[in-house]
């Protein structure tokens, strides 16, 4: 069974603090995502990645970073939380030309 | 780019009967897969059902099945004999299929989601 791990499922941080929430998939898949979910808005994608060390802007990648050293692991930053960074975040995996996704269970980020 | 758009932000039921949720898209693309996820409120994305864009048979996972119409870009999901364990947020996805074009590194699009409740 595929598993994505999110290790933080509620967190809280102030503005201008740095954020990371990382992310880890155990299938050895290549492609891996991070997205954020708001109200009305639907999912949507902030950072990709294929490779190791390779990543990919999404369609809102503003304000973030992604760092993916390791194949399993791909963690996406906040280099100074923002209150409109509030959100839910949900870490994605699949096989590089696969069309299967896995899904974590979400991160619920309140910045204050 | 592809959009997807699903209009109907809330949706509700009663137990056993049927609802169908509407999702209309946009894209240049013919070859893509279209999915419908289910997000209940453990937040953990489910994927109900996947229809691939060049089959013309409609798919149908048990008591889900969607009703695929390309010309008119158009892909509802159909819940026959709800249960209350369907209550949940739903999501229409797109994804461009990977192929001699390059790959899609399974990117996807979704819609804006529409909450279901399902009432006893």
């Known amino acids: 069974d595929v598993k994505v791990t999110q290790s933080s499922r509620y967190l809280v941080k102030r503005t201008g603090e740095k954020v990371f929430l990382e992310c880890v998939q155990d299938?050895?898949?290549?492609?891996m995502f991070w997205y954020r979910q708001d109200p009305g808005l639907g999912l949507r994608l902030i950072y990709f990645?294929?490779?190791?060390?390779?990543?990919e802007k999404g369609d809102i990648p503003e304000g973030y970073s992604v760092s993916r050293e390791k194949k399993e692991r791909f963690s996406l930053i906040l280099e100074s939380a923002s209150t409109n960074q509030t959100s839910m975040y949900l870490c994605?995996?699949?096989?590089?030309?696969?069309?299967?996704?896995?899904f974590g269970e979400g991160s619920w980020l309140t910045v204050v | 780019a592809q959009t997807v758009t699903q209009s109907q932000p809330e949706m509700s039921v009663q137990e056993a009967e049927t609802v169908t949720l509407s999702c209309t898209y946009d894209?240049?693309?013919?070859?893509?897969?279209l999915f419908w996820y289910k997000q209940p409120p453990s937040r953990q994305m489910i994927l109900v059902i996947r229809?691939?864009?060049?089959?013309?048979q409609n798919a149908t996972e048990n008591r889900f099945s969607v009703n695929f119409q390309k010309a008119a870009k158009s892909f509802s999901l159909k819940i026959s004999d709800s249960q209350l364990g369907d209550t949940a947020m739903y999501f229409c996805?797109?994804?461009?299929?990977?192929?001699?074009?390059?790959?899609?590194?399974?990117?996807?699009?979704f819609g804006q989601g529409t909450i279901l409740t399902v009432h006893p």
């Open positions: 894209t240049s693309e013919s070859n893509y897969y």
């Open positions: 229809q691939e864009a060049y089959k013309q």
């Open positions: 994605a995996s699949s096989r590089f030309s696969g069309n299967t996704i896995y």
């Open positions: 990645s294929y490779d190791v060390k390779m990543k």
């Open positions: 299938m050895d898949h290549e492609n």
């Open positions: 996805a797109f994804m461009k299929r990977s192929g001699a074009g390059g790959t899609s590194y399974g990117k996807l699009t």
